[in-house]
């Protein structure tokens, strides 16, 4: 019989990088939280090496964009392509300029060290609970609460925990998917790749950018990831023997090309099968899920956890905003609705790179490199960063439902530090003098920050974009623009769904 019943905010499910980092923005939000994770240490296998500017600019709102940085680098230096041949038929250039997050666009890491930093801020928030080795068994819900029933996987001992809501952060298999019963839907693209992650123990001329090799006879990637890890990804052939190839002797072979065993120590080599699915329904009441849990990707793009941290950000301030009685659980219903169409994209996109990329048929490959070579590449760009329907003002899609840049200011902070993790309504003291006094009280309900003599950059914005005030969500996305008094009168419903 379980041992106690406790009561948090929100349970969480699986302390991959989805669920730590929504544990720490709730508990820098004051909420409480309990967090159940099976295994005893951080999963050790090779996975992500790559996130982009937003999701940096989401650890920042988590405190942690000084621990992040110090374990990341900077993608400056691009990609190349190289076909069968050697040759190399296309440059895309990195860069070291900032970009609109207020930080580079993208970053190299290695994925253990950064969930150790998230671990690591999880002990700022008292109110914070983890419970390693602790399996999520069961689960039901209520009219006022979900019972989550989990397991000591030490001692066998059953215990059950009360909470409002429930997020399923628990990867690829999510056993919450399965107790809301959510199908996945397949967007096309199964195929295993070797993924074999080296540390360099000598100098060793390597590449310091990404290199992807379109060898029709065999696929493969080059990353210059961290420090002196590098990776090689190699995509497994219907004739592989799949044991043979993970064999050192083998796997040494398979990148003689370019290292030697004296020169470096193999981290890891792992077969995974990339997938490209979406779950056909991430909320049902007080259950959701976020993370691998809804969507999987092949990391072509490098962008499966981007997508599970962006799920954690657009759920975490809706959970506190709804637990604190800010706004009506109608709000959460937008999670699904707004990030869905975005990852949908991404996955498609992510399948049709995969797939000229994992051309093996030598005329197609051919005809590829023809077009690579004629400088009319089928690379395609990120979709827009986007939300789908929600919590925002629909009559400018080319600015609402999209993130706010995050400008230094003229004090030297970034804007974010500024603003916290609040709503925000920015605009000259005259216009936003001129709201109503219902405005006005819908901005304190709301928790926003007012500022009305906005610095330089912020006027800048303004002017280029010719708004007289812009209204934020806490999670940096734009709410409206208003152009009038009663434009900001109007946008400022799209603060908080009820109640
Ligand atoms: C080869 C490879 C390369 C990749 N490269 C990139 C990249 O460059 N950039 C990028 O953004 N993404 C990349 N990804 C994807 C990225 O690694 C995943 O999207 C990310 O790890 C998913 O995080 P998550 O927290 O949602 O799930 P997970 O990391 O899978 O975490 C889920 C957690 O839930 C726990 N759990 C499961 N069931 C239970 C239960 N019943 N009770 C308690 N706990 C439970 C698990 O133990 C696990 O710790 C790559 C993936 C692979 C395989």
Same mark, same amino acid.
């Given at each position: 019989?379980?041992?106690?019943?406790?009561a948090y905010d929100v349970v969480i499910v699986g302390l991959g990088p989805t669920g730590a980092t929504l544990a720490n923005l709730l508990g820098a939000a004051g909420r409480s939280v309990l967090v159940l994770?099976?295994?005893?240490?951080?999963?050790?296998?090779?996975?992500?090496?790559?996130?982009?500017?937003?999701?940096?600019?989401?650890?920042?709102?988590? &405190?942690?964009? %000084?621990?992040?940085?110090?374990?990341?680098?900077?993608? $400056?230096?691009?990609?190349?392509? $190289?076909?069968?041949?050697?040759?190399?038929?296309?440059?895309?250039?990195?860069?070291? #300029?900032?970009?609109? *997050?207020?930080?580079?666009?993208?970053?190299?890491? *290695?994925?253990?060290?950064?969930?150790?930093?998230?671990? /690591?801020?999880?002990?700022?928030?008292? &109110?914070?609970?983890?419970?390693?080795?602790?399996?999520?068994?069961?689960?039901?819900?209520?009219?006022?609460?979900?019972?989550?029933?989990?397991?000591?996987?030490?001692?066998?001992?059953?215990?059950?925990?009360?909470?409002?809501?429930?997020?399923?952060?628990? &990867? #690829?298999?999510?056993?919450?998917?399965?107790?809301?019963?959510?199908?996945?839907?397949?967007?096309?693209?199964?195929?295993?790749?070797?993924?074999?992650?080296?540390?360099?123990? =000598?100098?060793?001329?390597?590449?310091?950018?990404?290199? !992807?090799?379109?060898?029709?006879?065999?696929?493969?990637?080059?990353?210059?990831?961290?420090?002196?890890? @590098?990776?090689? %990804?190699?995509?497994?052939?219907?004739?592989?023997?799949?044991? +043979?190839?993970? !064999?050192?002797?083998?796997?040494?072979?398979?990148?003689?090309?370019? $290292? @030697?065993?004296?020169?470096?120590?193999?981290?890891?080599?792992?077969?995974?099968?990339?997938?490209?699915?979406?779950?056909?329904?991430?909320?049902?009441?007080?259950?959701?899920?976020?993370?691998?849990?809804? *969507?999987?990707?092949?990391?072509?793009?490098?962008?499966?956890m981007c997508a599970g941290i962006r799920d954690a950000s657009n759920l975490a301030w809706k959970l506190d905003a709804v637990l604190a009685g800010r706004a009506s659980d109608a709000l959460l219903d937008t999670?699904?609705?707004?990030?869905?169409?975005?990852?949908?994209?991404?996955? %498609?996109?992510? $399948?049709?790179?995969?797939?000229?990329?994992?051309?093996?048929?030598?005329?197609?490959? +051919?005809?590829?490199? +023809?077009?690579? =070579?004629?400088?009319?590449?089928?690379?395609?760009?990120?979709?827009? =960063?986007?939300?789908?329907?929600?919590?925002?003002?629909?009559?400018?899609? /080319?600015?609402? &439902?999209?993130?706010?840049?995050?400008?230094?200011?003229?004090?030297?902070?970034?804007?974010? %530090?500024?603003?916290?993790?609040?709503?925000?309504?920015?605009?000259? =003291?005259?216009?936003? #003098?001129?709201?109503?006094?219902?405005?006005?009280?819908?901005?304190?309900?709301?928790?926003?920050?007012?500022?009305? !003599?906005?610095? #330089?950059?912020? !006027?800048?914005?303004?002017?280029?974009?010719?708004?007289?005030?812009?209204?934020?969500?806490?999670?940096?996305?734009?709410?409206?623009?208003?152009?009038?008094?009663?434009?900001?009168? @109007?946008?400022?419903?799209?603060?908080?769904?009820?109640?």
């Open positions: 019989m379980p041992e106690h019943t406790d994770e099976k295994e005893a240490g951080i999963f050790p296998l090779p996975r992500a090496i790559h996130f982009d500017g937003e999701v940096l600019r989401i650890f920042q709102a988590a &405190g942690l964009r %000084e621990q992040v940085l110090a374990i990341s680098r900077p993608g $400056v230096q691009g990609m190349h392509f $190289v076909n069968g041949a050697g040759e190399t038929m296309l440059i895309r250039g990195g860069t070291a #300029a900032n970009g609109p *997050h207020g930080c580079a666009n993208n970053y190299y890491f *290695h994925q253990p060290q950064l969930e150790a930093v998230l671990r /690591e801020g999880l002990s700022r928030f008292p &109110g914070v609970k983890v419970q390693l080795r602790h399996e999520l068994v069961g689960v039901e819900q209520g009219d006022a609460a979900a019972t989550v029933t989990y397991r000591s996987m030490e001692s066998g001992q059953a215990e059950v925990a009360r909470a409002r809501y429930v997020v399923g952060c628990d &990867g #690829a298999r999510s056993p919450v998917r399965q107790a809301i019963g959510s199908g996945l839907v397949d967007l096309g693209l199964r195929q295993p790749w070797l993924v074999f992650d080296a540390v360099l123990e =000598q100098p060793v001329d390597l590449p310091a950018y990404t290199v !992807q090799y379109c060898d029709p006879r065999r696929p493969m990637t080059y990353c210059n990831v961290v420090g002196q890890r @590098r990776r090689w %990804e190699i995509m497994v052939l219907p004739d592989d023997d799949r044991e +043979a190839l993970v !064999q050192p002797d083998n796997l040494w072979k398979m990148v003689a090309a370019w $290292v @030697r065993p004296d020169q470096a120590s193999l981290e890891r080599a792992a077969i995974y099968t990339f997938q490209s699915v979406v779950a056909d329904g991430w909320r049902d009441r007080r259950l959701f899920l976020a993370g691998d849990a809804c *969507h999987q990707t092949p990391p072509f793009l490098g962008q499966g999670y699904e609705s707004e990030r869905k169409p975005h990852v949908r994209a991404l996955i %498609e996109l992510a $399948v049709r790179l995969g797939n000229i990329i994992q051309t093996t048929d030598p005329q197609l490959a +051919a005809e590829r490199d +023809a077009k690579f =070579q004629a400088g009319r590449p089928e690379i395609f760009e990120l979709p827009p =960063q986007l939300l789908g329907a929600g919590a925002f003002d629909p009559a400018v899609p /080319e600015l609402a &439902g999209r993130p706010f840049p995050q400008p230094r200011l003229d004090d030297g902070r970034l804007l974010d %530090e500024l603003l916290g993790r609040r709503g925000a309504v920015i605009g000259s =003291q005259q216009v936003l #003098a001129a709201v109503s006094p219902a405005t006005r009280q819908l901005w304190q309900r709301s928790a926003a920050v007012v500022i009305d !003599q906005p610095d #330089a950059s912020l !006027q800048d914005w303004l002017r280029a974009n010719e708004a007289s005030a812009v209204i934020l969500r806490p999670d940096r996305y734009i709410v409206g623009v208003a152009r009038s008094g009663a434009d900001l009168d @109007r946008i400022s419903q799209f603060l908080s769904v009820g109640p």
